[in-house]
């Protein structure tokens, strides 16, 4: 038998479901034995991972790389190193660049730039109000799943009518890709920016003011009855309040597919750090006051919350530093910093191990399509893998960033225990030895055609407007079908 390519002796694995001390053997892109220690033969490389724990690599599904029309904050090559250091091998990367990933043609424009990945990736297409006519063809093209902007944000992209959202819906939902939604209502914040301007107002608070958790609430449970409606699968992106988790609640409860997640920003920061930290802290959603943080770490461990994301969103520390709030960057790099900043949480006990594997990578490679693939150590799965040392301690430095042009963080200078040391993509070495490999540049793949998404069946078929208006279904079903 041919022997394995690397074999990871030594170090303790950390699943879902439990932690083992046991090697890893891996054959090309894939895991091809895992066993007790020293029981796997030989290798033509050894990784010796003593002292170490081994993670399926984080999946990250909420990123902003920028390219095209905003390289000068944050580029593939950046942001994909930035991954490789933070022990993420999936990234699913945002539409709000310029133009927006709005059209197959933005999207094939948008492969063409992924190319220089050294991890893998998914790419958003937008659900937009102008787009509906184009959303089969972002779906042929390779869009892994679909983002629609109910609130505004960076790229001030219009929020779609709720007219167009449920057309969107329905169409997406025959092919079962997950729509994810930035939930905020545009028309509350609008009304309430404009007064606090009127009067003056430009503050980091004003920024919360003018979009309290209102605007979440009332977003999560209008997208979830749309979703209810149309059968549609969908992700409520960067959760920040604990009040927005009844809806989400309530409607996971009545058997809608929606997943929540939620970033370090929302757990770990509150208006207390707002004095301290100034425009940098600006972040769409707001962070909020500190009672809101015990809501979303109770629903991380009831499983309200199935993942962990980053709304990695990178600008230059100049747009960051701007004073006045309503012209500052909204967001920040986030990709190097969430697995130590959420090991760290493991290590102060807010979480375990296998709860953090569980919504870093297991969870969101179920709700994006990618297992059995991705998100779990198992034979037969890409060797995704990230070692940490969880006895060693760090300062995050954003001098240190690998987000090379958007060096600024509200961490910054936050002490953290749980230290990424090596990571791989499909077998591949990305990040060895705390160092980035450099010819991990162009490892990267795209993963939609891993992804299987049986589409669900719409209650509400007999009025979808397709139906209405007798176009056929993509899936080749007839009502009669559907009904019986
Ligand atoms: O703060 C944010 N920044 N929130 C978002 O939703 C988008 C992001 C960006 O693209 O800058
Ligand atoms: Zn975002």
């Not at 609008?190 to 609430?217: F, T, Y």
């Not at 009831?302 to 980053?310: H, R, S």
């Not at 007839?478 to 019986?484: E, M, Q, S």
């Amino acid at each position: 038998m041919e022997p394995f390519d690397l074999l990871i002796t030594g170090g303790t694995i950390v699943t879902h479901e439990g932690v083992a001390k046991a090697d890893i053997a891996i054959s090309g892109e894939t895991i091809g034995a895992i066993g007790a220690p020293g029981t796997l033969g030989a290798a033509k490389e050894t990784l010796d991972a003593t002292g170490l724990h081994i993670m399926p690599g984080a999946i990250d599904v909420h990123v902003h790389y920028r390219d095209p029309g905003m390289a000068h904050k944050e580029d593939w090559d950046t942001g994909t190193a930035a991954a490789a250091m933070g022990g993420v091998t999936t990234v699913f990367e945002m539409p709000n660049t310029f133009p927006p990933t709005a059209t197959p043609a933005a999207l094939a424009d948008k492969f063409e730039r992924a190319k220089t990945a050294r991890v893998d990736f998914g790419l958003y297409g937008l659900l937009a109000e102008d787009n509906i006519d184009q959303l089969e063809g972002l779906i042929a093209g390779g869009a892994a799943a679909f983002k629609c902007f109910m609130g505004n944000t960076t790229g001030n992209l219009p929020s779609p009518s709720t007219g167009a959202m449920l057309e969107g819906f329905e169409i997406i939902a025959r092919h079962g890709h997950r729509i994810s939604l930035h939930a905020e209502t545009a028309s509350i914040m609008a009304w309430r920016q404009a007064k606090l301007m009127e009067a003056g107002k430009n503050a980091p608070l004003d920024h919360l003011a003018a979009r309290p958790a209102i605007v979440a609430i009332e977003a999560v449970q209008r997208a979830a009855s749309l979703a209810e409606w149309t059968g549609a699968r969908v992700h409520v992106l960067h959760i920040s309040s604990a009040d927005e988790l009844r809806p989400l609640r309530e409607a996971q409860a009545r058997g809608v597919d929606i997943t929540g997640e939620t970033c370090p920003c929302y757990l770990m920061l509150d208006t207390d750090d707002y004095a301290r930290l100034g425009p940098v802290i600006k972040v769409n959603p707001p962070v909020r006051e500190p009672h809101h943080k015990a809501g979303l770490w109770a629903a991380i461990l009831d499983g309200t919350i199935g993942l962990v994301a980053t709304d990695h969103a990178p600008h230059t520390p100049e747009e960051k530093r701007n004073p006045d709030i309503w012209e500052a960057g909204a967001g920040f790099p986030g990709v190097e910093t969430l697995m130590p900043l959420m090991l760290n949480a493991v290590a102060e006990g807010c979480l375990s191990l296998e709860q953090l594997v569980r919504i870093s990578a297991y969870n969101p490679a179920r709700a994006f399509g990618l297992a059995p693939f991705k998100g779990r150590i198992a034979v037969g799965s890409h060797a995704d893998l990230a070692l940490f040392d969880l006895a060693a301690e760090t300062t995050i430095d954003q001098a240190k960033l690998h987000s090379l042009r958007a060096r600024i963080t509200p961490f910054h200078g936050k002490r953290v225990k749980g230290v990424a040391m090596h990571t791989l993509s499909r077998g591949q070495f990305v990040m060895k030895n705390k160092t980035l490999v450099e010819a991990s540049r162009g490892h990267g793949r795209s993963v939609h055609r891993l992804q299987s998404m049986p589409a669900p069946k719409p209650l509400r078929v007999e009025q979808s407007l397709s139906h209405l208006l007798g176009s056929s279904r993509a899936d080749g079903t007839t009502l009669a079908d559907r009904k019986a």
